[in-house]
């Protein structure tokens, strides 16, 4: 919430202060989206369809004796933020009070670098709860998460008039990350165009492009091409129709309720570009059943099905 901003920045900024004015600016974003960000209900909303999927028709539950009353759920899901609350040391303290000893862990996004996945798992390596953790650290090649990008770029095109939907351009996004991931070779931009290149299979010919969004304010390079200079470019061309699908994102938050439906879409707005952006993956069924199938195959390689 508006009131939450400066207190997250400071953990995200590692508790360095943020100048006045970023606070301000950062402030004014979650005020322009409606006063706070709904990606905690939305995370929610997401562990309780994967955990209702881990444990469906009996396949994941135990202590089954006949009588409904009698079973327990095998699975459970837990939510852990980086930067927020319920932050990842205090879920995962919970989880050790109830009696919790073995976890598969699952960042809720698709495509690894060390800023990003590797990061969660280091604070949960931090925590030091004594739970054994079985990380999963990519998942973009998931099926049931490309089929679910293909599905809702599919239905966003409806949105287009018919006669102009053979030539909707799609702008696959991710969030941008400093350039100095390159040094690594850390693999994230390659795991994005992976992405791309297996949606576009399921999707058929059509004129697409990735790019980055939201690179944070700060000195240093980030990676590029970013998506607004591709939204420009393709309006000097002449394209009139343009599609976002954010790739590196599942739920809705700041980077997509500002930086895509409003800064995006005044930008396309002032270039006489017809903007739209797919939805949100959310619980989308296809997904959800595909990262179920993904946490089965972990606890069955860490030897704990």
């Given at each position: 919430?508006?009131?939450d901003?400066e207190?997250?920045?400071?953990?995200?900024?590692?508790?360095?202060?943020?100048?006045?004015?970023?606070?301000?600016e950062?402030?004014?974003?979650?005020?322009?989206?409606?006063?706070?960000?709904?990606i905690?209900?939305?995370?929610?909303?997401?562990?309780?369809?994967?955990?209702?999927?881990?444990?469906?028709?009996?396949?994941?539950?135990?202590?089954?004796?006949?009588?409904?009353?009698?079973?327990?759920?095998?699975?459970?899901?837990?939510?852990?933020?980086?930067?927020w609350?319920p932050?990842?040391?205090?879920?995962?303290?919970?989880?050790?009070?109830?009696?919790?000893?073995?976890?598969?862990?699952?960042?809720?996004?698709?495509?690894?670098?060390?800023?990003?996945?590797?990061?969660?798992?280091?604070?949960?390596?931090e925590a030091?709860?004594?739970?054994?953790?079985?990380a999963?650290?990519?998942?973009?090649?998931?099926?049931?998460?490309?089929?679910?990008?293909?599905q809702?770029?599919?239905?966003?095109?409806?949105?287009?008039?018919?006669?102009?939907?053979?030539?909707?351009?799609?702008?696959?996004?991710?969030?941008?990350?400093?350039?100095?991931?390159?040094?690594?070779?850390?693999?994230?931009?390659?795991?994005l165009?992976?992405?791309v290149?297996?949606?576009?299979?399921?999707?058929?010919?059509?004129?697409h492009?990735?790019?980055?969004?939201?690179?944070?304010m700060?000195?240093?390079p980030w990676?590029?091409p970013?998506?607004?200079?591709?939204?420009?470019?393709?309006?000097?061309?002449?394209?009139?129709?343009?599609?976002?699908?954010?790739?590196?994102?599942?739920?809705?938050?700041?980077?997509?309720?500002?930086?895509?439906?409003?800064?995006?879409?005044?930008?396309?707005?002032?270039?006489?570009?017809?903007?739209?952006?797919?939805?949100?993956?959310?619980?989308?069924?296809?997904?959800i059943?595909?990262?179920?199938?993904?946490?089965?195959?972990?606890?069955?390689?860490?030897g704990?099905?």
């Amino acid at each position: 919430k508006l009131e939450d901003v400066e207190p997250y920045l400071l953990d995200v900024r590692g508790h360095r202060e943020t100048p006045r004015e970023i606070v301000e600016e950062v402030r004014e974003r979650y005020h322009r989206i409606g006063g706070r960000s709904p990606i905690l209900e939305q995370t929610w909303a997401q562990a309780a369809a994967l955990e209702a999927a881990l444990n469906r028709g009996g396949e994941g539950r135990r202590g089954a004796t006949g009588g409904e009353g009698d079973e327990e759920p095998r699975f459970r899901a837990f939510v852990g933020m980086r930067h927020w609350h319920p932050l990842i040391a205090g879920t995962l303290a919970d989880m050790a009070a109830a009696g919790i000893r073995r976890a598969v862990g699952l960042a809720m996004a698709p495509h690894y670098s060390r800023l990003s996945i590797g990061a969660y798992f280091r604070k949960v390596e931090e925590a030091g709860a004594g739970i054994a953790v079985a990380a999963i650290e990519r998942w973009g090649l998931l099926p049931g998460y490309l089929d679910a990008l293909a599905q809702h770029v599919r239905a966003a095109l409806e949105r287009f008039p018919a006669q102009a939907r053979d030539e909707v351009g799609v702008i696959f996004t991710a969030h941008s990350l400093p350039q100095r991931i390159l040094d690594w070779g850390d693999p994230y931009p390659q795991e994005l165009r992976a992405t791309v290149e297996a949606v576009m299979q399921r999707l058929g010919p059509r004129p697409h492009e990735f790019a980055f969004q939201s690179a944070a304010m700060t000195p240093d390079p980030w990676l590029g091409p970013d998506a607004g200079e591709v939204i420009e470019r393709w309006a000097a061309e002449g394209r009139r129709h343009i599609l976002i699908a954010p790739i590196g994102f599942v739920t809705e938050h700041v980077e997509i309720l500002y930086d895509v439906d409003i800064v995006f879409r005044e930008q396309a707005a002032a270039l006489g570009v017809h903007l739209e952006r797919i939805d949100m993956l959310g619980t989308a069924p296809r997904m959800i059943e595909g990262l179920a199938a993904l946490v089965r195959e972990r606890a069955q390689e860490a030897g704990w099905l």
